[in-house]
Structures are given as structure tokens and as C-alpha cells.
């Protein structure tokens, strides 16, 4: 049997790969209520592509996925943290991000051969745009922070590598040892 490998398993599941040019633009984003059945259409595509993808990965950290990963050039994601209610993100931009951060591997949907060491905010605050066209301020934290933070770069067009410090690749997904957990906090 053919191995295939991590970032091919998300091609077929309908992940935008790395190089792709809806990857490295910003997200258009949504005029809300006007455009709420786009906005709905585009987030119940993201829960579909998040529920596929689930089913041929494990993700202990949980995961995330935002709308150029599926093709689709707008300002969406969402993100499911371990044991939790999945965020949606409508417009979402950080406002605030704590001066402390840690440095954690990540992994992306669209790279997925790989995993970065990043550097994250502990605390970051997030302003996004409800259904309803109102605005929503949201507290992150942590392994939560880093997730919505990762995601928020994919709708301005930045991959998690743009993040990682000078000198530091990302490391072949085989040398990864942390699949199946947590993130770790002190």
C-alpha cells in the first residue's frame, strides 16, 4: 500500500495546499446582516470541511480552519477548541494581545507535512462582526489564543511560518512528537 502523506490526505479532503494564491491574500470581508446567507453558507462549509477532516485526524489541541483554506476568499473561520463550543469568526481582528508569550509547535491544514515552533500572545483580544452585524469582543487564552490567532493570520493572508523566528524551520511531521496532546502551559 502507497503511504500517502499528511498534506495529500488533506488535498483530497478539500484543503487549499500550500502556494496557492487565495492562501497568501487577505480575506474579503463580509458586509453584515446584508450578506448573513453568504456568511452562513460559508461558515456551515467550514463545519462540514472541519467534520471531514476529524474523521482521518486526531486533533488533541483542537483545530481550526478559516474560508481560503476551502476556497473561499472570505473573512471566516472557526475554531474548535478540546472539549468545547467551536468559535466562529466572522471579520475578526485582534485588538489587544498580551506582552507574554510562549513558543509552541503549530500545525496547518494547508502545510501539513510539517509542524513550526511559533512564538504566540498568551492573551489575545478579538473584535468580530455577529450575524446580526453587531460587533463581538471576545478574551482569548492560551492553547485557545494561539488557535484564533493562527486563524486570523489565514484571513490576512500570513501562513504561521511568517511568525516563526529567524533561523527556525518548521520540522518534518515524522520528528513531531506532541501528536495527541494538550498544549502545555506552566
Known amino acids: 500500500m502507497i503511504d500517502v502523506r499528511p498534506s495529500q490526505r488533506m488535498r ?47 486533533f488533541a489541541k483542537g483545530m481550526g480552519i478559516a474560508a481560503p483554506q476551502i476556497g473561499i476568499a472570505r473573512a471566516a473561520a472557526v475554531v474548535q477548541p478540546p472539549g468545547d463550543t467551536a468559535a466562529i469568526l466572522l471579520n475578526p481582528h485582534i485588538t489587544d494581545q498580551s506582552e507574554e508569550t510562549d513558543e509552541q509547535y503549530e500545525g496547518c491544514l494547508s502545510f501539513f507535512d510539517v509542524r513550526g515552533l511559533v512564538p504566540r500572545p498568551l492573551k489575545i483580544t478579538v473584535e468580530a462582526t455577529a450575524l446580526t452585524g453587531a460587533t463581538v469582543t471576545t478574551a482569548y487564552e492560551r492553547g485557545l489564543a494561539r488557535l484564533v490567532h493562527h486563524e486570523i493570520d489565514h484571513l490576512d493572508g500570513l501562513l504561521y511560518t511568517v511568525r516563526m523566528r529567524s533561523g527556525v524551520e518548521p520540522i518534518p511531521v515524522e520528528e513531531y512528537r506532541q501528536t495527541g496532546r494538550a498544549w502545555a502551559y506552566e
Open 12 to 58: 483530497d479532503l478539500g484543503v487549499v495546499q500550500h502556494g496557492a494564491g487565495i492562501l497568501a491574500e487577505p480575506a474579503h470581508a463580509f458586509d453584515l446582516p446584508a450578506e448573513r446567507d453568504q456568511a452562513e453558507r460559508t461558515v456551515d462549509e467550514l463545519f462540514a470541511a472541519m467534520e471531514r477532516i476529524g474523521q482521518v485526524h486526531p
